[in-house]
C-alpha cells in the first residue's frame, strides 16, 4: 500500500510542476535604435537590440475573469499577454508586475513603444500605433567591430 501511495503523491508533484511549466511564457524584448521607427512603426530592415528576455507567469488572475469571456479566440491569449508586457514596460504595471517593472527602470531602459518587438516564445509582434502586428523574427543587429590600424 505504501507503494502506491507514494506514486501518487509522485504523479500530482510531477503534474503540479508541469502545470506550473505551462503557465510560464518566454517573453524576449526587442528595441529599435532607429529613431524613424518611432514615427513609421517596425519593418523588417529596422535596426534592433535584444535587451531583455524573461519568464512571464500566465496563470490566471482576478483581473482577467471577465477576458475570459474572449477566450474562445486563439489570439486573444497573445493579445492580453502583450499588453500586460506594454504596461509593464511603460510604467503602468497590472498586479503582481511590479517587480518586473522595477527591474526594466532599474537597469536605466527605455520605456516599449512602436516600432519595438515582443516574442512570445516563437511568435513575435511588433508594437504599432495601434495594437499588435505579427512579424517575422528579426535579427538584431549588432555593433560593427572597429578595427585600429596603426
Known amino acids: 500500500m505504501f507503494h502506491r501511495a507514494r506514486h501518487a503523491r509522485a504523479r500530482r508533484a ?15 524584448v526587442y528595441l529599435a535604435t532607429d ?18 528576455r524573461f519568464a512571464l507567469d500566465c496563470s490566471v488572475r482576478e483581473a482577467d475573469f471577465d477576458v475570459l469571456q474572449r477566450i474562445v479566440d486563439a489570439s486573444f491569449d497573445h493579445e492580453v499577454v502583450l499588453g500586460r508586457i506594454f504596461a509593464a514596460l511603460n510604467d503602468m504595471p497590472d498586479h503582481g508586475d511590479e517587480p518586473l517593472t522595477r527591474r526594466w527602470y ?4 527605455r520605456s516599449l513603444s512602436v516600432g519595438d518587438v515582443v516574442a512570445l516564445g516563437s511568435s513575435h509582434y511588433a508594437c504599432g500605433p495601434v495594437g499588435w502586428h505579427p512579424v517575422p523574427p528579426p535579427r538584431p543587429t549588432t555593433a560593427p567591430k572597429v578595427r585600429i590600424l596603426l
Not at 39 to 51: D, F, H, K, L, Q
Not at 106 to 109: E, G, H, I, K, M
Open 14 to 28: 510531477f503534474v503540479r510542476r508541469q502545470t506550473r511549466r505551462a503557465r510560464l511564457r518566454w517573453v524576449t
Open 35 to 52: 529613431p524613424r521607427a518611432f514615427a513609421e512603426g517596425y519593418t523588417p530592415s529596422t535596426p534592433i537590440r535584444r535587451v531583455y
Open 106 to 109: 532599474r537597469a536605466r531602459r
